[in-house]
């Protein structure tokens, strides 16, 4: 089997991180319900509040670090297709431009 080419590697790495920013927006909605769930119960002491706070700002914080990732991965996407337009096969630039798409819709969505 021959070795991935660099637009594999390319194309594979903005579907892992358009994944990876779904997986933390899910998580943060879960944290969130999870401290409302706590602050609403009343049975939860101040120190359990705190910890679970910190925890959502935490999961928020990882957001904007992780766009300017996928930013960054999508424009090497590109030089990466415009320099391969040639050399690589059409499935390869298939994916590759619906891993381009898929990565702007993602960054235009929660903006």
């Known amino acids: 089997m021959a070795p ?3 637009l594999a590697i390319k194309t594979s790495a903005v579907m892992r991180l358009i994944k990876e920013e779904s997986m933390y927006h899910k998580e943060l909605v879960l944290e969130k319900n999870r401290l409302a769930k706590m602050e609403a119960d009343g049975e939860s002491d101040e120190y359990a509040i705190k910890q679970q706070t910190k925890v959502v700002e935490e999961t928020k914080g990882v957001v904007p670090a992780l766009r300017e ?8 996407l590109e030089g990466q297709l415009d320099a391969a337009a040639d050399v690589e096969p059409e499935a ?4 590759a431009r619906k891993a381009i798409e898929d990565g702007r819709k993602t960054l235009v969505a929660d903006l």
């Open 4 to 6: 991935p080419t660099a």
């Open 69 to 76: 990732k996928l930013l960054a991965a999508v424009e090497v």
């Open 92 to 95: 390869n630039k298939g994916k």
